[in-house]
């Protein structure tokens, strides 16, 4: 099984930048696509951006412009840069990953979360 550690939230005034980190520990595994989730008090999860093993991203439109979404495949860590912050923004934000282990059908796995609050 592959685990996902986060870090990186906290928080920030509108305008302002924050940058997430997501790390996948575990053992003999290979990582497809990742990606950033978030959800707001009272609201779905929603897909912010996700990058596949080849580079290749997708945004959302509340944050395309303002976020990027990016990958250190040797490191099996993705990051998530968020500039110009606003109060919308604010949301728990969640790590994905579909992964492969040897003699495994590929699986998905979910970091805890880390709070992003940002303030007007």
């Known amino acids: 099984q592959v685990q996902l550690v986060e870090s990186g939230g906290g928080l920030v005034q509108a305008g302002g930048s924050l940058r997430l980190s997501c790390t996948a520990l575990g053992s003999s595994f290979s990582i497809s696509a990742m990606g950033w989730y978030r959800q707001a008090p009272g609201k779905q999860r929603e897909l912010v951006a996700a990058?596949?093993?080849?580079?290749?991203?997708n945004y959302t439109d509340a944050v395309k412009g303002r976020f990027t979404i990016s990958r250190d495949n040797a490191k099996n860590t993705v990051y998530l840069q968020m500039n110009s912050l606003k109060p919308e923004d604010t949301a728990v934000y969640y790590c994905?990953?579909?992964?492969?282990?040897?003699?495994?059908?590929?699986?998905?796995?979910w970091g805890q979360g880390t709070q992003v609050t940002v303030s007007s």
């Open positions: 990058i596949t093993s080849g580079g290749v991203t």
């Open positions: 994905n990953a579909d992964y492969k282990q040897p003699f495994r059908r590929s699986s998905n796995s």
